[in-house]
């Protein structure tokens, strides 16, 4: 369901689809009890960006009807709207989509992937990565909290102060990413990781009549659309 979604996503580029397929990811999302409201908190973090991304496409993006113009020059335009949503909406479907795996654990994912008949090593950098996500976003909270402890007010300085103490913020942060994923990297090869070529598991994973269900109705109506599309 989620390479559907996401194939969907960038497959198409106007903003009623867009909007259509978002409120379908969404309602989806929530069906399987994924966190839908911390990814639309996240998400509008974001807003400043998405209003950027608008401006930018209404400056470099010709048509459509100018809405704000100086000296000549178009800074928003329908056409730059219409755009800077499709690429907000895009994002939105991505990020929502993704939070679907997250809801499954992550020795599932691994062993179903296996049985999928893809390597073992590419099976586990994914859930490596659905694990390490939240562990960089709390490293990220971290650190300003250690600035906010040490009197430093973010939200009160300049932009271009700001930008230098996020620039500054890199360093401690990367530095503490590369330690976990070293002491992870000792962890797995003293449990003798790629040891051998062939894997055994005690785990197999297996469909059920719903699963088979779900699986059909889901490329029937990716077919369905790209069928309607073309």
């Known amino acids: 369901m989620v390479l559907a979604v996401s194939s969907l996503a960038v497959a198409f ?10 409120a379908i990811t969404l ?3 929530a069906l ?18 998405f209003a950027a ?17 100086i000296g000549g020059i178009t800074l928003l ?5 219409e755009r800077g949503a499709s690429i907000i909406l895009r994002i939105l479907i991505i990020v929502v989509s993704a939070s679907i795996m997250s809801t499954s654990n992550p020795r599932d994912i ?14 586990f950098m994914v859930a490596v990565a659905i694990r390490f996500l939240p562990l960089l976003r709390e490293e990220a909270e ?22 230098s103490m996020y620039r500054r913020l890199l360093t401690p942060l990367i ?39 779900l699986v059909f109705a889901t490329a029937l109506s990716v077919v369905a659309v790209l069928f309607w599309r073309l």
């Open 27 to 29: 309602a989806t999302a």
């Open 110 to 123: 691994v062993q179903g992937l296996s049985q999928w008949k893809i390597p073992y090593e590419l099976s």
């Open 142 to 163: 971290d650190t300003l909290v250690a600035l906010q402890l040490r009197g430093v007010r973010l939200e009160q300085m300049r932009l271009g102060r700001k930008l």
């Open 53 to 69: 991304m608008g401006v930018i496409q209404s400056v470099f993006t010709r048509g459509g009807q100018a809405l704000v113009e």
């Open 175 to 213: 530095a503490g990413v590369l330690s976990r994923a070293e002491n992870m990297s000792i962890s797995v090869e003293m449990r003798g990781f790629r040891a051998f070529r062939c894997r055994t598991s005690h785990r197999h994973l297996k469909f059920g009549a719903r699963d088979y269900t």
């Open 13 to 22: 580029d106007e903003p009623l689809v867009l909007l259509t397929l978002a």
């Open 32 to 49: 399987f009890g994924a966190g839908v409201i911390g990814a639309l908190t996240r998400m509008r973090r974001l807003l400043g960006v």
């Open 77 to 81: 335009s329908t056409t730059g709207l």
